[in-house]
């Protein structure tokens, strides 16, 4: 049984700690929000000019003004601030940003990352993901395992434009848990149900498998 995206973000959440500034890209990335550790603090930055991103709101505490760089709404928390943009990518290219989260078309063995565009297709475009990569001292990624026709997204080497060169760290997917080690994907755990022949199958990256491979605890 693969993995939903809810719970995608779930195991992407225990990656973070205690004092971390944390950038939350479009899409599944977004949800992480949601399972952030209790006691714990952390400071979800967004590069629209938000710091002190919380849990998407309900229906009674929405407000419309409030939105994240993919124009969800969004919650606030005590001392939360505001800020131009220019500031929000000050902040990401000078090196303060602990954590990005990226969702992604392809990545790669080499640790790269393709994001932004599908040549003939209408996508949203770069957002800040460049400079993300850049200026992170972590990045990981949230994605399915393969296209909707079975292919991987997991490759020896991207096709498409790249985002960024040699940042990847680790990868969540609906199928697995994978670390980017000395230009190999190391498989770290398999999603309920989920076989190691699957993934196998699923990965055209070289893939490192060592022991028992353990099941995502959700």
Known sequence: MSLT???IAQVIARELQDGYYVNLGIGIPTLVANYVPENMEIMLQSENGLLGMGEFPTEENIDADLINAGKQTVTVLDGGSFFSSAESFAMIRGGHVDLTVLGAFEIDQSGNIASYMIPGK???GMGGAMDL???ADNIIVAMTHANKHGVSKILKECTLPLTGVNCV???VTDLAVMELIDGKFHLLERAP????EE???KTQAELVISGEVSEIKI
């Open 133 to 135: 990569v850049a200026g």
């Open 169 to 171: 760290k680790k990868v």
């Open 193 to 196: 149900g989920v076989s190691v």
């Open 199 to 201: 993934i196998q199958e």
């Open 5 to 7: 995206k809810e719970q």
């Open 122 to 124: 209408l996508v949203k």
